[in-house]
């Protein structure tokens, strides 16, 4: 009686899933369908024209060196554009970075600035300056493969070793944990 039931349920419910699926196809080719209004070939042509030329200004981009204008390869574009980012480094304990300042656990974009002859490493979150760490210049690339890196090495029981590398120069830190 269970296996009757059972058979005739499913008939039911299948033959119910055909009849909605019907009216899904009432309206099938019809342009509409979605509120969408067709587009006449000479419109589509506009935009088309319109999207290439703002693509043509951008790709249209020249530098000027001694008044003469040049493009740079792709080789020196990608090294531009690598500066451009600023390496994340992801603290993992707070660092006492003065007296007086604990710089807490977080993700920090970071950044190796030359002041006066002297280096800083800086840290950032959210575009504001959270620290300006005095580093010390190097030559040393700390063995990386990559021209913007950012490392935080153990360094002794009580110290951490920051290791920033980037196109003008390297650099690392000894700070204290807290």
């Known amino acids: 009686m269970k296996k009757l ?22 309206n099938f080719g019809d342009s509409n369908v979605y509120g969408q209004k067709a587009v006449t070939d000479q419109e ?27 493009s740079q390869s792709n080789e020196t574009e990608i090294l531009a554009d690598t500066t ?8 993992p304990i707070p ?3 003065k007296e007086n300042y604990i710089l807490p656990i977080g993700h920090y974009q970071v950044e190796g600035v030359k002041e006066d002859d002297e280096v800083f490493i800086n840290l950032y979150q959210a575009h504001d ?4 760490i005095p580093a ?8 990386e493969d ?3 890196f950012v490392r935080l090495n153990p360094h002794g029981d009580y110290h951490v070793e920051l290791l920033f590398g980037g ?3 390297n650099a690392f830190a000894i700070i204290d944990i807290e």
């Open 146 to 148: 990559t021209i913007n």
């Open 44 to 70: 589509f042509d506009q935009a088309l024209q319109s999207k290439q030329k703002k693509t043509k200004k951008k790709t249209e981009k020249k530098d000027t060196k001694n008044g003469e204008a040049f």
């Open 95 to 97: 660092l006492k970075i």
């Open 167 to 169: 196109v003008d120069f």
């Open 5 to 26: 039931l059972a058979v005739v349920f499913s008939i039911i419910v299948s033959t119910g899933n055909f009849a909605l699926a019907d009216d899904l196809w009432d």
């Open 136 to 143: 010390e210049e190097t030559d040393d690339d700390f063995g």
């Open 129 to 132: 300056l959270i620290a300006k």
């Open 84 to 91: 451009k980012e600023l390496p994340v480094l992801l603290i």
